[in-house]
Structures are given as C-alpha cells and as structure tokens.
C-alpha cells in the first residue's frame, strides 16, 4: 500500500521557521517528481514547490520564493520543505503529492497521483 506521510506542521510566529517532512512509503518514489501543496480555509488547493526527480531541478510559487527550499532524499524516499521567513498568509495546510508520471515535474495538482494527508501550519501574527 502507497503511502505518504507528511509531519513537522505546527504552531509559529511571523518570522519564524518550520521543516515540513513526507515520508514515502509502499514503493520507491525515485523516479517520480515530488510537490508540496498547500490548502487554507475557503481556498483552493495551490501548488507551492516541486522537485524532479534527481533533485536537479526545483520550482516555487512565487509567493514562497526565496522563503522555502525543497529537497529530497531517495535513498530514504523522504521529501522535505524548509520553510523560513513565515507569515500568516503561509497558513494552511501542507500536502506531499509524488508526480503520476516519471521523470517529469509538474507544478498542477492533477498531475499529481498519491497524495499524504497533510499536516497543518499556523503562522500567528
């Protein structure tokens, strides 16, 4: 069974820094695009970070570049999103989805084939 496991959400002040991880578990994702998602209340699901599935290659919204960094670790099918500089607009909560195609990266949702359950982040103001 697939599995995608996210954890490291939690409670921060503005300014402040969290590491969100995804654990992979049911398959090796090694040849597979991983993205990071996010959803608030009342909103839809955006996408916030992709990485190919070598980790040469990363993609950000806009709205997170410079503040997020995401990396990978195939050997121990673990996905992470370092994020600093947080403000209350980062608040939501975070999905790890693994790309349905290999050795492709996509920035859209649909694109995207398992998904964990997400872990919540609260920025306080």
């Known amino acids: 069974q697939v599995q995608l496991v996210e954890s490291g959400g939690g409670l921060v002040q503005t300014g402040g820094s969290l590491r969100l991880s995804c654990a992979a578990s049911g398959r090796p994702f090694s040849n597979n695009a991983m993205g990071w998602f996010r959803q608030a209340p009342g909103k839809e699901r955006e996408f916030v970070a992709a990485i190919a599935w070598n980790g040469d290659n990363t993609y950000y919204a806009d709205s997170v570049k410079g503040r997020f960094t995401i990396s990978r670790h195939n050997g121990n099918n673990m996905v992470y999103l370092q994020m600093k500089s947080l403000k209350p607009e980062d608040t939501a909560v975070y999905y790890c989805?693994?790309?349905?195609?290999?050795?492709?990266?996509?920035?859209?949702?649909?694109?995207?084939?398992?998904w964990g359950q997400g872990t919540q982040v609260t920025v306080s103001s």
């Open positions: 989805a693994a790309d349905r195609t290999i050795r492709v990266i996509h920035t859209r949702a649909r694109e995207y084939e398992y």
